[in-house]
C-alpha cells in the first residue's frame, strides 16, 4: 500500500515537500516512481528512484525537484522548489520490483499505486 502526502496551495517560486509512506514492501528493494497529472492531460512522469537510490527525472523538473528516501520509515520523499503554474497536478506515487531505469517513466511498468495529492500552485 502507498500513501501519497503533502501536497497544497502554494505560491509560484515555493516549496513543497511530498511523501509517499509504503507498506507491504520495502522501498529499499523497490523502484518509485513519481507521476502527476493535470485536468485534461495525460499522466507524466516526474522522477524515478531505483533500489539502489539513483535518480531518474523528467526534463520540465530537472534541476528544481529532488528524490530522497528513508529506509527506516520506508518513506520516499519528492522536494519540489521553484514551483510554476504549470507543476499544478494530482501526484502519485508508484512502486514495482527492481526494472532497469530506462523504463521508469512509463507508468505501465508500476504494479502499485498510491492515491494521488493534489499540489496547486497559485501566480
Known amino acids: 500500500q502507498l500513501q501519497a502526502s503533502g501536497g497544497g496551495l502554494v505560491q509560484a517560486g515555493g516549496s513543497l515537500r511530498l511523501s509517499c509512506a509504503v507498506s507491504g514492501r520495502s522501498v529499499s528493494t523497490s523502484n518509485m516512481g513519481w507521476f502527476r497529472q493535470a485536468p485534461g492531460k495525460e499522466r507524466e512522469f516526474v522522477g524515478g528512484i531505483n533500489w539502489s537510490g539513483s535518480t531518474i527525472y523528467a526534463d520540465s523538473v530537472k534541476g528544481r525537484f529532488t528524490l530522497s528516501r528513508d529506509n527506516a520509515k520506508n518513506t520516499v520523499y519528492l522536494q519540489m522548489n521553484t514551483l510554476n503554474s504549470e507543476d499544478t497536478a494530482v501526484y502519485y506515487c508508484?512502486?514495482?520490483?527492481?526494472?532497469?531505469?530506462?523504463?521508469?517513466?512509463?507508468?505501465?511498468?508500476?504494479?502499485?499505486w498510491g492515491q494521488g495529492t493534489q499540489v496547486t500552485v497559485s501566480s
Open positions: 508508484a512502486a514495482r520490483r527492481p526494472i532497469a531505469m530506462s523504463v521508469m517513466t512509463r507508468p505501465d511498468v508500476y504494479d502499485y
